[in-house]
């Protein structure tokens, strides 16, 4: 899956870098760099994700499970 990290610079003098991506609503990394904010996006969106999959039925769970099993064959 491919989608696109929005990065604004600091508003202000010692203010946080910001990343973000439409593609996951409510998710942001924040950081003191550019990069730090980068990295900190991919730790929100992973969290994000880990909490959407918590949702699904566990039917749901397991079918998401055996379909990456056998990609993986």
């Known amino acids: 899956m491919e989608f696109d990290i929005f990065i604004n610079p600091p508003?202000?003098?010692?203010?946080?870098?910001?990343?973000?991506?439409?593609?996951?609503?409510?998710?942001?990394?924040?950081?003191?760099?550019?990069?730090?904010?980068?990295?900190?996006?991919?730790?929100?969106?992973?969290?994000?994700?880990?909490?959407?999959?918590t949702l699904l039925p566990e039917e749901s769970n397991e079918n998401n499970k055996d379909n990456k099993d056998n990609k993986d064959n």
């Open 11 to 53: 508003e202000e003098k010692g203010g946080k870098w910001i990343a973000f991506s439409m593609a996951f609503p409510g998710c942001k990394g924040t950081g003191n760099t550019k990069e730090e904010a980068i990295k900190n996006f991919k730790i929100s969106m992973e969290n994000c994700i880990k909490a959407l999959l």
